[in-house]
């Protein structure tokens, strides 16, 4: 059983900070691709950045500049550093793996406004 365990979400003004972590435990191998995923209300879910077993990154273009995406294989955990927030930053932030299958964390909730 695999199991996908984040943490971070919040409140956070404009301008702030948070840090996603998200933790996979389970029979999981050779995983390929750890991202990040978001889903604000009424719209679809969109890539935010993903990391690739070699540290490769990929960031949507509404995040560059602000996030970073980084991961430590030994604990098969994935964090997202999120900077200079925007109130448009507010979605449900879902983990995601990939390896034979692709598993999906529950989502935490990002918001950000005054």
């Known amino acids: 059983q695999v199991q996908l365990v984040e943490s971070g979400g919040g409140l956070v003004q404009p301008g702030g900070s948070l840090r996603l972590s998200c933790a996979a435990s389970?029979?999981?191998?050779?995983?390929?691709?750890m991202g990040w995923y978001r889903q604000a209300p009424g719209k679809q879910r969109e890539l935010v950045a993903t990391i690739n077993s070699g540290g490769s990154t990929d960031y949507a273009d509404a995040v560059k500049g602000r996030f970073a995406i980084s991961r430590d294989n030994a604990k098969n955990t994935v964090y997202l550093q999120m900077n200079s927030l925007k109130p448009e930053d507010t979605a449900v932030y879902y983990c995601n793996v990939e390896s034979i299958f692709a598993y999906w964390g529950q989502g935490t909730q990002v918001t950000v406004s005054s």
């Open positions: 389970g029979s999981i191998f050779n995983i390929y691709a």
